[in-house]
């Protein structure tokens, strides 16, 4: 059985964010570069929930856990 994939929209979404390639790119040109040494659900921006959020999905390894990596990646690069 195939896991289902998600976007970075549908992460977003699930973190309560703006989901559009606008917001997207706003929230990353605002927080990137993230430090290598900070976890990404210890990110000083989210909110208590959204890093629980993220943090699950990284213990769980659940289907969320790709495109939580994803995010991380773009959030560890500089702002184009």
Excluded at 43 to 72: C, G, I, N, Y
Aim: hydrophobic share 50%; charged share 20%; aromatic share 8%.
């Amino acid at each position: 059985m195939d896991s289902p994939f998600h976007s970075f929209s549908d992460l977003f979404k699930q973190l309560g964010l703006a989901a559009d390639d606008a917001g997207i790119a706003a929230f990353l040109r605002a927080h990137a570069p993230l430090s290598p040494h900070v976890t990404l659900a210890e990110a000083p921006f989210w909110t208590p929930s959204q890093a629980q959020l993220l943090k699950e999905e990284l213990q769980e390894d659940a289907d969320w856990a790709e495109v939580v990596d994803r995010l991380s990646a773009a959030l560890r690069q500089a702002p184009a």
